[in-house]
């Protein structure tokens, strides 16, 4: 089993900067890929960025340029988002596919007043 655990949202103004941080704990051989997924209030779930084994990374439209992805050595993912719009106001979810198993955090409100 392994377990997600996901901090550094909150409340930011639009234009402004805040840095996610998810830590992957528990029974972990191999993981194919690491990212966040976010869904807004009355819309789906949406891929927000992902690493995946061997350096990959993708990142959606609506976020590239502003946001980046990183992973440390520790099993932990970061999502620094920058200049952040209201329409980044969501649910963020930290998630990772690991042994053939995708494992979700329990997620972190991210929201941008104008």
């Known amino acids: 089993q392994v377990q997600l655990v996901e901090s550094g949202g909150g409340l930011v103004l639009a234009g402004g900067s805040l840095r996610l941080s998810c830590v992957a704990s528990g029974r972990i051989f191999s993981i194919n890929a690491m990212g966040w997924y976010r869904q807004a209030p009355g819309k789906q779930r949406e891929l927000v960025a992902r690493?995946?084994?061997?350096?990959?990374i993708n990142y959606a439209d609506s976020v590239k340029g502003r946001f980046t992805i990183s992973r440390d050595n520790q099993n932990t993912v970061y999502l620094q988002m920058s200049s952040v719009k209201p329409e980044d106001t969501a649910v963020y979810y930290c998630y990772t596919d690991t042994d053939g198993l995708r494992y979700w955090g329990q997620g972190t409100q991210v929201t941008v007043s104008s």
């Open positions: 690493i995946i084994r061997g350096g990959s």
